[in-house]
């Protein structure tokens, strides 16, 4: 795949992020509002009439532009809605780093909402276009699709089930234990490993505490050319690579597929690190917020994304290598398991635990000396995704 990327041209100068939860008095303009406004107070050198223009990332909370210009009341600028499935917040995001690095706009926003608790369905609402019925997606559920990576990673590698099991234990006990640190997250509480194993299944060996939850929120990013980010802020945080890569979604049919890596995964990672230079994530990453949707997911992404070689992550995963005080710190901020989904919002709310982490600003979970964050979405099941992988920085170069 040919990318050029944009590296080091664009930067992040502002973020806002509502705490994630069950907002039954709020709004989804409301959280709109709250997440701009927080954006905008830390940049005081720039008002809201100041941005160009606005790329706003939503699955299901709105349709059109209007969903963000109404409760902003902006005046005739500009606004595109995106939607790419759980990477929406992402793609807003990353067209927003686009526009600016052409040229087109000197500061825009990249802003992501959900609002998915009132429904008053447990899981994510989709509107599947017409059809005849046949659509994979159609007849299995989200955790039983998902659920099939832990038989699969199993067997391929001789991994005894037990072992296994108390891997995924661990990764949502890490995530529940760093979202108990965060103010923001829905979930606050320190998760026994105990109750984890005991709680009920849902699909597979998946139970209550391996499935991320259900939630409502927003987040922004404030993004202007890198030559010009000093003018609204003393500490930036640089665009160093983007990438996002559609799969073939042939995996439900493929017989080579395994379940045991998502090909999307390793495509945009590899994409980004060539972007940013990396070369050894393992060593480069200072932190990574990834997309643990479901605990055996978290376990095949360290392999995709280069941070445990294949078969050895749940072995990493287990020597604690992969929390606040491990190798390379994931989900720091309590990840999906500490945050639920809000679609829209979930990219930028990693990119803005980045933020913080850079900032100093992170408070009980801050890492002594963050150089390079990794944030990481996928949208849709094994076998047929879309993925998103960043990588972000404190200084240009």
Same mark, same amino acid.
């Given at each position: ?14 973020m ?19 997440a ?11 008002a ?19 969903t ?25 995001f ?6 600016? *690095?052409?040229?087109?706009? &000197? #500061?825009? %926003?990249? $802003?992501?909402?959900?609002? !998915? ?5 447990? +899981? ?23 659920s ?22 661990h990764?949502a ?27 009920p ?27 010009? *980010?000093?003018?609204?802020? &003393? #500490?930036? %945080?640089? $665009?160093?690579?983007?990438? !996002? ?5 042939? +995996? ?48 095949v ?70 150089? !390079? ?5 996928? +949208? ?18």
């Open positions: 795949m040919s990318s050029n990327g944009i590296r080091d041209r664009v930067a992040v100068v502002g806002g992020c509502t705490p994630f939860g069950e907002h039954w008095d709020r709004s989804a303009d409301d959280l709109l509002l709250d701009t406004r927080e954006c905008l107070a830390a940049t005081p050198a720039l809201a009439e100041d941005v160009d223009a606005y790329w706003l990332g939503t699955l299901g909370s709105g349709q059109s532009g209007m963000l210009s109404r409760p902003l009341s902006l005046d005739y600028k500009p606004v595109t809605r995106v939607e790419n499935y759980c990477a929406t917040g992402s793609e807003a990353r067209n927003a780093c686009y526009a600016v *690095a052409s040229g087109a706009y &000197d #500061r825009v %926003m990249a $802003v992501g909402v959900e609002k !998915l608790k009132d429904s008053g369905f447990s +899981g994510l609402l989709r509107s599947d276009p017409p059809g005849d019925g046949t659509a994979p997606e159609l007849s299995l559920t989200a955790p039983a699709a998902f099939l990576l832990d038989p699969a990673y199993c067997d391929r590698y001789g991994v005894d089930p037990a072992a296994m099991r108390e891997a995924m234990t990764v006990w890490k995530n529940h234990a760093n979202g108990a640190l965060n103010p923001k997250a829905q979930f606050r509480s320190v998760v026994s490993k105990e109750k984890i194993e005991r709680a299944l849902v699909a597979g060996r998946l139970g209550v505490f391996d499935c991320s939850g259900v939630s409502d929120g927003a987040a922004c990013a404030l993004i202007v050319r890198a030559e010009d *980010a000093l003018r609204y802020t &003393d #500490r930036p %945080m640089y $665009v160093k690579g983007l990438s !996002l890569v559609a799969g073939p979604a042939r +995996g439900a049919m493929d017989p080579g597929y395994d379940y045991t890596t998502f090909p999307e995964v390793v495509h945009a990672a590899a994409d980004a690190y060539r972007q940013a230079g990396i070369s050894d994530p393992r060593s480069q990453i200072s932190l990574a917020e990834v997309h643990d949707c479901f605990t055996p997911t978290e376990v992404l360290m392999e995709d994304l280069g941070f445990a070689e294949r078969g050895q992550a749940w072995k990493d995963v287990l020597d604690g290598a992969f929390q606040l005080d491990g190798r390379l710190p994931v989900n720091p901020d309590g990840g999906l398991k500490s945050f639920g989904h809000p679609v829209g919002a979930s990219g930028l709310r990693m990119l803005y635990e980045c933020w913080l982490q850079f900032r100093g600003e992170a408070g009980e979970r801050q890492l002594a000396d963050p150089r !390079l964050g990794l944030t990481h979405n996928l +949208g849709g099941r094994p076998g047929g995704c879309v993925s998103f992988v960043s990588v972000v920085g404190p200084e240009p170069g």
